[in-house]
């Protein structure tokens, strides 16, 4: 007898077989009982999340001559052959492999007879998406006005390469990651069917590696029970799948953290050596640096020893929640990259080594010691100047910003300027930003253009982006303030202001509120 893989051995025969698709499978089961059941369904989802499976079951139960709350019996002539795949009137079509326009025209053809033994022909196309430009025109007008003997389930993990007149002509329904606690619950009813031994930590590393995928647990299930051992475990799994042990991993996020390339490199070669796949060490990596910023923030994890936990904690209570996110996207950008790349160890040695060298706080300090600067010329400015030599008593310098009220005397109004004026007048502006001493709002706005697109309204151009840096120094109310009283010194209007982000080519950024109003000037910043 030829053996038959697990995921198909054990694959749900009835809607309440399915786990963690209630909210498609209830509503699949009313329309069946009601009798309302739709002539084309789409069915979305990523890989192993049950669309095929729903599809089956959804093919038997409108056929089924036995019926019951919606579900098929499984027992009928009817339902037995569907299950042996023998019944003509039950079609399953892979759109990978028959993409073309006259695979559809042939489908075109055959809806016009009726089925021979069963109530409805059923058609199920698989991976839909893949379908020509020329087949999906030749399946819209059958979609669309289907015989009542005709009904199509459509499957696809990609909707949105579908045409909207496709997508307009089927009930929708979006299968969803299956969730790790639905995951373990089928796969512990597999193994006491199947005789597996899985312990309770090998259960859950499963459904972790699984990312809510259905049948990819079960074929790691699968793959760990051919090994021979009594019982699987963790080491198993890792053993298996190619994980390097948390041992590896504990000691490169300890480097990565402390900025000891030497030793981040060092680890990264034994890891390499030993043959592991760097896509899966990298996951392994940057989950382990999530549970790091999860242990930080919430102090609780689960999965792990009571001597681990000890040790992600050391880890957590050493570093910074911004460091910890910075590690995160860096790692979660190069394992992207690899997968399309020849030269996978290169790309990964010289991330690990941009992580050592403290990149992640250099926004942090380049604001600190801009702060200090500015600082330090305020009170250069109000410090008395003294020509005779004599004895001088010493100056007190405050190494803070000093919050200045945002209440003033009204500026001076001087003669309105034209318009087109505001590319000449903005260079002038910042530059006395820069002599007043207000070095952070002018770093923010070096390279920026201006575009008039009013008499009054002034849209700031960051042509090289707006990082989030120069976003928090352009939202202090005092910059706001400093900003708008030096443009309305310039132009003697009051101007709106709009920022604008060309490089990332985002929506434009707008700043609320308008403390100039303080001023005694009625400048709005507008939306």
């Keep these: 007898m030829s053996y038959t893989a697990l995921y198909r051995k054990f694959r749900p025969l009835k809607f309440e077989d399915m786990v ?6 209830k509503t699949l089961k009313n329309q069946i009982i009601s009798g309302r059941i739709g002539h084309a369904y789409l069915f979305n989802g990523g890989r192993g999340t049950g669309k095929t499976t729903s599809a089956k079951i959804l093919a038997r139960a409108v056929n089924c001559l036995n019926p019951k709350d919606g579900e098929p019996c499984n027992e009928c002539e009817i339902c037995k052959e569907i299950l042996e795949g023998s019944l003509t009137d039950v079609v399953e079509m892979d759109a990978a492999s028959n993409n073309s326009v006259d695979d ?14 069963a109530k409805y022909r059923v058609y199920i196309i698989d991976e839909v998406h893949m379908l020509s430009v020329g087949a999906f025109n030749a399946l819209l007008k059958t979609l669309e006005e289907p015989p009542e003997h005709v009904k199509f389930i459509l499957a696809t993990t990609e909707p949105q390469k579908l045409p909207t007149t496709i997508l307009s002509r089927c009930q929708r329904f979006d299968f969803k990651k299956i969730k790790d606690v639905d995951i373990i619950r089928r796969l512990k009813i597999i193994c006491t069917e199947d005789n597996i031994n899985v312990s309770e930590d090998a259960y859950k590393l499963i459904a972790t590696l699984s990312e809510g995928a259905m049948r990819d647990a079960i074929s790691i299930l699968e793959r760990c029970s051919q090994e021979g051992t009594q019982e699987i475990n963790v080491s198993d799994i890792k053993e298996l799948v190619g994980l390097p042990s948390l041992e590896y991993i504990n000691k490169l996020a300890k480097a990565i953290i402390d900025k000891d390339e030497i030793v981040a490199l060092q680890i990264l070669d034994e890891v390499i050596d030993s043959g592991k796949d760097l896509y899966n060490f990298i996951w392994e990596v940057i989950k382990y640096f999530k549970d790091i910023l999860v242990m930080k923030v919430a102090n609780e994890l689960t999965l792990y020893s009571k001597e681990e936990l000890e040790d992600i904690k ?3 209570d050493v570093s910074e929640k911004n460091e910890l996110l ?7 950008s190069v394992q992207n990259d690899i997968k399309w790349s020849s030269q996978k160890s290169i790309m990964v040695q010289t991330a690990i080594i941009k992580l050592c060298m403290n ?5 942090t300090d380049i604001e600190k010691r801009l702060e200090l600067l500015e600082s330090k010329l305020n009170n250069l400015k109000k410090a008395p100047i003294i020509e005779s030599k004599s004895e001088i008593e010493p100056i007190k310098t405050e190494t803070k910003r000093e919050e200045k009220s945002l209440r003033q005397e009204p500026v001076q109004r ?4 034209g318009a087109g ?92 509120g308008s403390p100039i109003k303080d001023l005694g000037l009625d400048v709005n910043i507008i939306e």
């Design 314 to 316: 050391k880890l957590a």
């Design 414 to 417: 001087k003669e309105p300027i």
């Design 104 to 117: 559809i025209r042939s489908i075109r053809d055959e809806v016009n007879f009726l089925p021979t033994k």
């Design 421 to 512: 004026e505001a590319n000449k007048e903005w260079p002038k502006i910042l530059d006395i930003l820069k002599k007043d001493g207000k070095i952070r709002l002018y770093t923010a706005l070096i390279n920026t253009g201006i575009n008039e697109i009013g008499d009054d309204i002034w849209e700031i151009e960051f042509k090289n982006g707006l990082t989030s840096f120069n976003e928090k120094i352009l939202q202090d109310p005092i910059n706001q303030r400093d900003l708008q009283n030096e443009i309305f010194k310039a132009t003697g209007k009051e101007i709106n202001i709009k920022y604008k982000d060309t490089k990332n080519k985002q929506s434009t950024k707008v700043e609320k």
């Design 359 to 363: 990149i992640a706080n250099c926004g």
């Design 326 to 332: 910075h590690i995160i996207y860096e790692l979660s």
């Design 20 to 25: 963690g698709q209630e909210h498609i499978t």
